[in-house]
């Protein structure tokens, strides 16, 4: 059982990790995005493939700290969602879209 | 020691050339005696060959040795030099070799070209004066010989024919006077001088033994022995100066009585005094002090300068400082390689189209300071490599800023493909993930908002579970 400081720490994390990724996906434009998002490509996996290999390391070594306080790729992902109502319903209401999102995610975790 | 003779019997008896180690160990003497006995018979002709092949006697060396004659010392033996023929000449006067040693081993400590000199040396070794007045004269004739004779006479006056000796005695003739009874010399310190025809205070005789006195060969009387007994021990010392020429009493009387008449107050040398500066006798009373002052030493006019040679670009300059002057001595210049300036200049011949090196009116080789050509040079290699490494620098910096990725930059990259119709690498890696029919060959992917567990190949419509296409994926 978790402690309510872990949880209100996990759920701080959770927002200002999401909060970043907003800040850096809204670079490309909401349209932009929208149309990844309808053509069923990853937004997330695409901007973590585009970045340097310096940035992935870092980025790569956030979540997986992220991960060790106990936030997973998915509670970000549904921030990130909430944080961007333009997206959101694309997002949510393709099963598929979220699950390629996370398996990216993980495997880029992972070092893939 | 060996002599010519013994050297010329030596080689007489020999079939062959002997050279100079035999010489020596058969004459007992050694090699260096030998070659100076060799050089002077060689000089005579009386022997020849030489130091490899060995020496033998000559024709001209045999007679001499057939007529029972001994080899004489010529003046072809001897040195042009001063103590040479003071020795040489003492052999010509019949002197003991001993004395003419001690009189050279004196003689050679003292101005040689002195006739005071000469006489006191000799009178001091105790040379007869047989033997010394010749070799006096002698060696006065040399030095006449040596001397410019605007002043030869003046150097050297050849003596009156009252100084020349003549005999005083009778029977052994040993008691003579070598030189005028007049009194013509003066002695000053240990030196005796002539002062002319009757101007002087002694005979030569009194003041060689007047000198020979002060020199300290004459015993001091006795306190009490009275003026007798200071005579008597005056004229036994001066016997010993004279053991040829015996003093008697009067002549010590005589020299005393002319030292006597000559002081023009007895007492006057008793009186302490001091001269002055000047020159003047100033007398001392008894207590009074005596200042010393200790007299500066004259500066010394332009000899005293001080020079600094230095080496410049230019060249060596040499700067005279006068005594006082500081000497300004400036710190030697950096190395070059850390200063923009002159490097010193390495000599570079200029060689001349014929390819022989170019002299100047002196003859002297012409070098050619080459030192801004090669700092031209240096600059320009420097401009060179700086200008390809920044062209490096920059093409780098534009290939790392071609291949560094930049995620927003791939997000709109994506999307404009979208827009034109096509799907992008990243788009493809981003898109969901699609499965091939293994019937139709047909490529779906999961429809969405169906269930993922059974999919439908749109196709064919062969249906396929999660397991078949996760394993077949």
């Not at chain 2, 022997?47 to 003046?75: F, H, N, Q, R």
């Not at chain 2, 003739?173 to 009194?183: D, H």
């Not at chain 2, 230019?314 to 200063?339: C, L």
């Amino acid at each position: 059982m978790t402690s309510f400081t872990a949880r209100t720490a996990r759920h701080f994390m959770t927002i200002k990790a999401a909060k970043m990724i907003k800040k850096e996906i809204e670079k490309a434009g909401l349209d932009d995005l929208k149309i990844l998002a309808e053509n069923g490509v990853s937004i997330i996996a695409t901007y973590l493939q585009g970045c340097s290999p310096k940035k992935q390391a870092e980025l790569r070594r956030d979540f997986n700290g992220l991960l060790a306080m106990g936030v997973t790729p998915e509670m970000v992902l549904d921030e990130v969602a909430g944080q961007m109502p333009e997206l959101a319903p694309i997002m949510k209401d393709k099963e598929g879209y979220r699950k390629a999102e996370l398996d990216k995610v993980s495997q880029f975790l992972k070092g893939a | 020691m060996a002599s010519q003779t013994e050297l010329l019997k030596a080689l007489h008896g020999k079939e062959g050339p002997t050279n100079t180690a035999d010489l020596a160990k058969e004459l007992k003497t050694s090699q260096d005696t030998i070659r100076a006995l060799i050089s002077k018979l060689k000089k005579k002709a009386f022997v020849d060959g030489d130091a490899k092949e060995g020496w033998y006697i000559t024709d001209a060396g045999i007679k001499p040795l057939g007529a029972g004659e001994s080899i004489p010392t010529t003046i072809k033996d001897v040195g042009k030099d001063e103590l040479s023929m003071f020795k040489y000449y003492g052999q010509l006067a019949g002197a003991e070799p001993d004395d003419i040693a001690a009189a050279a081993e004196l003689f050679q400590n003292s101005d040689m070209r002195s006739m005071a000199e000469v006489a006191r040396v000799l009178a001091e070794v105790n040379v007869p004066m047989t033997s010394r007045t010749k070799w006096i004269n002698l060696y006065r004739g040399y030095l006449r010989n040596t001397t410019l004779p605007e002043i030869r006479d003046e150097l050297y006056p050849l003596p009156t024919p009252e100084e020349r000796r003549v005999p005083v005695g009778e029977g052994a003739g040993v008691e003579e006077v070598t030189r005028g009874e007049r009194l013509d010399y003066i002695v000053e310190g240990n030196e005796i001088h002539r002062v002319g025809d009757g101007l002087g205070e002694f005979t030569f005789r009194q003041a060689l033994q007047v000198v020979a006195a002060k020199r300290g060969s004459v015993p001091k009387a006795e306190g009490d022995g009275g003026l007798t007994g200071a005579l008597s021990a005056f004229a036994e010392a001066l016997k010993n100066v004279g053991p040829s020429q015996p003093l008697t009493i009067q002549d010590v009387i005589n020299i005393i009585n002319t030292m006597k008449e000559n002081q023009s107050n007895p007492g006057e040398a008793s009186v302490p005094g001091y001269v002055d500066e000047d020159g003047e006798w100033h007398e001392l009373k008894p207590g009074q002090p005596v200042i010393l002052k200790r007299s500066a030493a004259p500066p010394s006019s332009g000899g005293g300068s001080v020079l600094v040679i230095k080496q410049t670009p230019e060249g060596i300059v040499t700067e005279e400082h006068k005594p006082g002057e500081p000497i300004i001595i400036n710190s030697s210049p950096p190395p070059a390689g850390n200063t923009p300036g002159m490097m010193p200049m390495m000599p570079f011949p200029v060689i001349g189209g014929d390819g022989k090196p170019v002299v100047d009116q002196d003859g002297r080789p012409v070098y050619a300071n080459i030192q801004p050509m090669l700092e031209w040079l240096k600059f320009q290699g420097e401009q060179r490599r700086s200008d390809q490494r920044h062209e490096a620098l920059i093409g780098l910096a534009q290939t790392v800023r071609e291949n560094l990725g930049d995620g927003v930059q791939a997000l709109k990259a994506a999307a404009q493909e979208f827009q034109k119709g096509g799907v992008s690498t990243a788009a493809k890696q981003g898109s969901p993930q699609t499965y091939e029919c293994g019937t139709c060959h047909t490529q779906f992917a999961l429809p969405q908002g169906a269930k993922a567990d059974q999919v439908k190949c749109p196709g064919c419509g062969a249906i396929y579970t999660k397991e078949q296409l996760e394993g077949g994926s």
